[in-house]
């Protein structure tokens, strides 16, 4: 397969994968190219099967916040491997890498070890319908949760009508129970507790949203959700699948001083390795089999390569000045605004740690209907100019940006002068 283009490869990829990827953020139908197979990765970049060199900002939609390819990860993970690769038993580095992430997430009294994001907020919904007798959720349009059924609602796409699935085979009694409002819209989440709040388990919500673009929480909106769960009984449940180690060590929850009652981690977490978590108060992790009747399991649960890879990461990860990483990242964003002014293209930004949105709009989007105001064709048209100059970013405008503790300010130079050319590149098109 060494030897074969990319356009080979898709061809081949199709006739084994839907679309010829396994997942579908890897299309790239919607920016008007074919997937992208890469070869290999280190520190800030990507390399192609050409051997094409691209900087990267999404990092593995956010779980690389050390760069690919980190030396200490590796030497970690390669002693891991020698001594195997799963076990299906307890290991020591379970309890290792649990122990970490107590010490950034104080609230996590106890929590529970899976393989991916989609597992952990999958868990959350089960558990709170558990602890609560409850059977109704409340989410927001366009915050995605992974791929469970009652979570595929209004998932980042929109298209759909409220309270129906966003994908076909989703039963629509489940739908039914999950309950819509708006993204910084307090009054739309007050509506559904003022006419079902006795059926709602848990609000699931993205402290900050990165499905929708990225888009931050308003003054109040976390801290009223917090008050509303509490006056009616429910659970609120952050998804930090994205923002955990991502915005701050200790997650958006430390940013805000927000306390959810479950919280589900990801990414960053197993240091690129398929590895997620959930967790909160004992009281509510207690009803968790084997001590409680809601069952979860699996066996590739605390991998040992996986926890290996995030105790090395998490080692780390308390080094890194955050504050330091938005400046850098807020600083590159303010030169890419005035480049783009200067080519008569309005531009506004937003970022948070390691973590950034941008729009082609004169004023940033606070929720997904203003996300959807962003031009598609103008957005299509500068991905395509950016990827040929060597720069990655998500082939979609309903996703945020990443950057890691790699991108210093020679990388984010490069990147600005790859976007001039790009810009330049889109003015000359337009002429012809």
């Avoid at 699948?241 to 958006?252: I, L």
Wanted: aromatic share 10%.
């Amino acid at each position: 397969m060494g030897n074969m283009t990319n356009s080979q490869l898709v061809a081949k990829a199709s006739q084994l994968f839907p679309g010829g990827v396994n997942s579908p953020v890897r299309a790239m139908g919607s920016v008007g190219l074919e997937p992208m197979f890469v070869d290999r990765a280190q520190g800030p970049y990507i390399y192609d099967t050409s051997g094409k060199q691209l900087i990267d900002f999404i990092a593995s939609w956010g779980a690389m916040i050390l760069g690919h390819a980190h030396p200490k990860v590796v030497e970690q993970v390669s002693k891991q491997a020698a001594k195997g690769f799963s076990y299906g038993i307890s290991c020591p580095l379970e309890v290792e890498l649990g122990q970490k992430v107590q010490t950034f997430f104080p609230h996590l009294e106890c929590m529970r070890f899976v393989n991916s994001g989609t597992e952990a907020t999958m868990s959350t919904i089960r558990l709170a319908r558990a602890a609560t007798g409850r059977d109704h959720i409340l989410k927001f349009v366009g915050c995605y949760h992974g791929h469970a059924d009652a979570l595929l609602v209004q998932a980042g796409s929109g298209l759909l009508t409220h309270s129906s699935p966003s994908s076909s085979g989703v039963d629509p009694d489940v739908a039914k129970k999950t309950l819509l409002a708006d993204y910084n819209d307090i009054d739309s989440v007050k509506a559904h507790f003022n006419q079902s709040g006795e059926k709602i388990a848990a609000i699931i919500v993205e402290p900050i949203a990165g499905n929708m673009n990225m888009v931050l929480p308003e003054k109040n909106f976390l801290e009223t959700l917090r008050e509303i769960c509490d006056r009616w009984g429910s659970l609120l449940i952050f998804d930090e699948v994205m923002t955990g180690f991502r915005v701050h060590s200790g997650g958006a929850q430390a940013i805000y001083g927000v306390k959810p009652d479950l919280t589900a981690l990801g990414k960053v977490i197993g240091g690129g390795l398929p590895a997620a978590c959930y967790g909160g108060d004992r009281k509510w992790m207690e009803h968790v089999s084997p001590l409680g009747k809601m069952y979860q399991a699996g066996t590739l649960s605390g991998n040992p390569i996986a926890m290996a890879a995030g105790c090395a990461t998490l080692n780390e990860v308390k080094h890194i000045d955050y504050q330091l990483l938005e400046n850098n990242i807020e600083q590159f964003l303010d030169s890419w605004k005035s480049m783009a002014n200067e080519n008569d293209l309005p531009f506004s930004y937003c970022v948070k740690g390691g973590m950034f949105g941008f729009a082609h709009l004169e004023t940033y989007p606070t929720n997904f209907n203003e996300v959807k105001n962003t031009s598609s064709e103008l957005f299509k048209a500068f991905y395509q100019s950016a990827l040929e100059q060597g720069l990655y970013f998500a082939p979609s405008l309903y996703e945020a940006g990443f950057v890691s503790i790699q991108h210093s300010e020679a990388i984010f130079a490069q990147a600005l002068d790859k976007i001039k050319i790009a810009y330049a590149k889109m003015n000359q098109m337009q002429s012809a």
